[in-house]
Each structure stands twice: as C-alpha cells, then as structure tokens.
C-alpha cells in the first residue's frame, strides 16, 4: 500500500520564505541598505554641526525628517524597485513564476516581505538619527518632544514601508528599473511642484512624498518641506500612502496576470 506524501511549504507562506531568502542573497539589498544609513548620518552629523553657527534653529525629529525625504528615501525606492526589475533583467522572473504559478501570490509575497523590513529600517534609522543630531547638537538648536521624536520615527517607517510597496507595484506594471524609478520620483517630488503651479496647491499633501513627511509631523506642526500645516492628522498621510501603494499594486498584479514573463 502506498500512501500519498505530505506537502509542506507551500501557498503563501513557502511564496513568503522564498522570497525572503532572495531579498536577503543579493548585494543589492545590502548596497541599498548601507547606503541610506550612510546618506541619513551624514546628513543629521553636517545639519547638526551647522546649528553650532546658523541662524536656523531646528529640532533634531526635523533634521532627521529632511535626511529621511531628501536622501535616504532614495536608496529606499531603489532596493524595493530592484526586488522586482532584476529578476526581469536576469530572466530569473521566468523560475519564481514556475515556482509559484498563481501570480498575484508572488506580488503579495514580495510585499510581504518588503513591508516589515523597510518599516523597521525607518523606525531604527531615525531614531539613530535623532540621537546622534542630538548628541552632536550638543544643546544647540531647538529640543525635540518624545511626542515629537515617536511620530518621526514612527511615520518614517510607515512611510518607507508603504513607499517599499509603491515602487513594487509600479515594478511589476513596468518590468524596468529605469522607468519605475523615473515615474517613482517625479510622483514624489516634481509632479506636486508642477501641480501646485498650475493653481492647484490644495491637491499637493495627497500626493505620497508629501503624505509621507506629513505622517512625520505632528499634528498642527508645519511640514518642514512644503512649510504649511497638513490638513489632515498624521495617521491619515499613511493611510494615503496607503491607498497609492494598494492601487500600485493592484495595477501591477493585474499586469502580471495578462503578461507573459
């Protein structure tokens, strides 16, 4: 008599660890990684020396916000965009969807896995920003709350998160890391200048980059980057983060399905 063997490590969860283990065997990752702490710190260490000699007070949770949206944000988009692209480049794509032929399981498995390591990046990152402003700082500049301090920290991962899960989506809609990164940053930075110009300036805190810092900032508090007030509290610019991210990958998975690899 024969029995039939038991399969394990299959549906969402084995799609979950496979995916895990290549986000972590690729230089990229680490590259990416490396690279923002290393923007982020520099910028805190440079911003905190300047309030030794500037005219500019600022608190340590809005430097480390700055360093957060002008620099590290980047080395962000480019290892989530890499987690999807490269696979395209190197016909690796073609395995992962044999591996795991129902397709929008790949695309939530690849979330799954960008979602918590980015939030927990941007948690640490930032708060090892504040510390070493702080330390540097050396009483100058303006003090931080610790309600401050946790929405900062806070909002940076959410918001590095929820942006991991846009480029995703926007990968898989367009195969190409330079046209994901390209149409990634003009939403975040140029698209919202240009629409405020165009007399619509009410319209710029629901774009996501905008969204994102606001989540950064307490309520009521001017955001540093556009210097107006969010309209909205901070939870509410992640949950527009949010609903840019569920519609990218939405449009991405929908792509998937009707492509060939």
Not at 36 to 64: F, K, R
Request: aromatic content about 10%.
């Amino acid at each position: 008599m024969t029995t039939a063997a038991e399969v394990r490590g299959g549906g969402l969860p084995g799609a979950v660890a496979a995916e895990w283990t290549k986000f972590w065997s690729v230089r990229a990752t680490w590259w990416c990684l490396v690279a923002g702490t290393v923007l982020m710190l520099c910028y805190e260490t440079l911003s905190a020396i300047a309030q030794h000699i500037g005219d500019d007070p600022q608190a340590a949770n809005t430097i480390t916000l700055g360093g957060g949206f002008y620099l590290t944000q980047f080395a962000v988009i480019a290892l989530a965009t890499l987690f999807v692209t490269s696979e395209y480049a190197s016909g690796g794509i073609r395995s992962t969807l044999l591996w795991t032929p129902v397709r929008f399981r790949v695309v939530l498995a690849k979330a799954a896995v960008v979602l918590p390591v980015l939030f927990a990046y941007g948690v640490l990152l930032s708060c090892a920003g504040m510390a070493l402003t702080t330390a540097v700082m050396n009483g100058h500049g303006l003090p931080t709350s610790f309600e401050a301090a946790f929405t900062t920290a806070s909002g940076t991962g959410g918001y590095f998160a929820l942006l991991g899960l846009l480029c995703t989506g926007i990968g898989w809609a367009l195969r190409s890391a330079a046209g994901t990164l390209v149409s990634v940053i003009v939403l975040l930075v140029p698209l919202p200048l240009i629409v405020a110009s165009l007399g619509s300036p009410e319209a710029v805190p629901y774009f996501p980059g905008i969204a994102g810092v606001n989540a950064m900032v307490e309520a009521g508090r001017p955001n540093p980057i556009t210097m107006a007030a969010a309209p909205y509290a901070p939870w509410v610019g992640l949950a527009i983060c949010a609903a840019w991210a569920a519609a990218a990958l939405l449009v991405g998975g929908a792509v998937l399905r009707r492509r060939d690899a």
